[in-house]
């Protein structure tokens, strides 16, 4: 959910001193890595739903603090702008009934979203990005009124020299560009985000496996063909977030990342450290152990594949691997069998890629993953060195790889199985929410309002989004 700061503003003593002790806590995370002190529970789940809040016409609702009061969800919390809020789930042992008790628990959050929304006279969407939003939506009135977010967007410009922040996204037949003067623009790009917490000792491979799986999780799961009006990447949030926070010095914010991790996850945590400016140098009073300074400093740092340390519920240390890749929505069984693909799948390439057996190197994985944001499962990728259409792939390769993987976590196989077999069907028909959309407007014309009212009324109903018509 993010932590809130007290200041906004810093002092040149506060910058070396957040240094030095990012550097303790960073020390102290290898030396209790490395001497077995930290979780060795089993895979262990959870996920974050990030949602819009829009108004009868399907315009942004800027609402989410009187939203959040009314709502009174300990799970609920705000995203960057007043139109977005997230949804989070109790994490759970990937073993068993998991997936039952993350579908009823998740529906209950968002039956309960839903139903206050209505309460307001606002309707609650999960979707990547809102085709009708305006340029003019992102403006800092509509920041959420959270000092970490004010700090961020100023140190981010303060990093860029002062320079507006320019996107430049060109599509098969449509380009986007324009500059604008904060991050907010960061707010259009909402996603859902997959927890995986390992032990250490396998953290890497799984964040290797992630590496390797995200050209078909963010195929299968495309839903932001728009942005303003514009048709572009099939997964429009993927470029739009790498730019919206581009400092313009140093390596970028918001990548794929820079490897494999060779040895250990701690190498994501050195190159924290040692190749990416502060952003926010708060000073936290809590000990040394809590590892404040370096959990901050790594949550401005967003690799679609994510290394994150954290507690469990006796305070022992652990690491989780958040796969960001996703879009929000369509619906929520969608977003189910989304999470069931992705931990199958990263479960079974863990697996090989411990194993050393070799599946790609990670540029033909980076590659891989940009080609199928842009193309969505209309991609063509390189796999074992053969290229191949993403759809076939994923049925013929991936798809058993997944079973695998749920059947070796000892997941319910029925309940897993009728999510895999969601994401068959959606590969098969070659329908995600992206070319739903993208049908939509080519059978009716480019009219947002009217294609994002149809897919809300589809979302009520909460049927999976292959099965969509185009009426």
Known sequence: MGTEIGHTHFTEKEWPEF????????????????????????????????????????????????????????????????????????????????????????????????????????????????????????????????????????????????????????????????????????????????????????????????????????????????????????????????????????????????????????????????????LLPILFEEETDRFSHLRLHNGTIWRWNRPLVGFDEDGTLHFRIEHRVMASGPTLVDMLANAAFYYGLAASLAKRVARKERIDDFETAKANFYRAARRGLEATIVWEGKELKIRSLILEKLLPLAHEGLESLDLDGKETGRYLSIIESRAAKGQNGARWQLSFVRNHGKDMKKMTEAYWHHQQIGEPVHTWSLK
């Open 19 to 278: 240094s030095d002790r990012l550097k303790k806590e960073t020390a102290l995370l290898q030396e209790k890595a490395e001497k077995g002190e930290c979780s060795r529970r089993a895979p262990v789940g959870g996920f974050e739903i990030e949602a819009w809040l829009v108004d009868e016409t399907m315009r942004p609702a800027p609402r989410n603090t009187e939203f959040l009061r009314y709502l009174h969800d300990d799970m609920a919390s705000m995203e960057l702008a007043k139109f977005n809020f997230e949804l989070n789930n109790a994490p759970h042992p990937l073993c068993g009934d998991a997936f039952s008790k993350f579908a009823e628990e998740m529906h209950r959050h968002c039956r309960t979203a839903n139903t206050t929304a209505e309460r307001l006279g606002l309707r609650a969407l999960t979707i990547g990005i809102l085709p009708t939003a305006h340029p003019s939506d992102f403006c800092l009135e509509n920041m959420s009124e959270l000092k970490r977010y004010r700090a961020l967007n100023e140190q981010v410009l303060r990093e860029r020299g002062g320079e507006p922040v320019w996107l430049d996204i060109a599509g098969e037949t449509e380009r986007l560009k324009m500059r604008h003067d904060s991050v907010m623009l960061e707010a259009a790009a909402t996603s859902f985000q997959i927890h995986t917490q390992v032990p250490f000792e396998e953290a890497h491979h799984y964040y290797n496996a992630s590496i390797l799986a995200s050209a078909a999780t963010v195929a299968v799961s495309a839903n932001s063909p728009f942005l303003f009006g514009k048709a572009l990447w099939h997964e429009t949030r993927i470029p739009l977030f790498e730019q919206s926070v581009d400092t313009g010095e140093g390596r970028p914010r918001v990548s794929f990342g820079s490897g494999f991790a060779r040895r250990s996850i701690l190498e994501c945590f050195l190159e924290n450290r040692d190749e990416y400016d502060i």
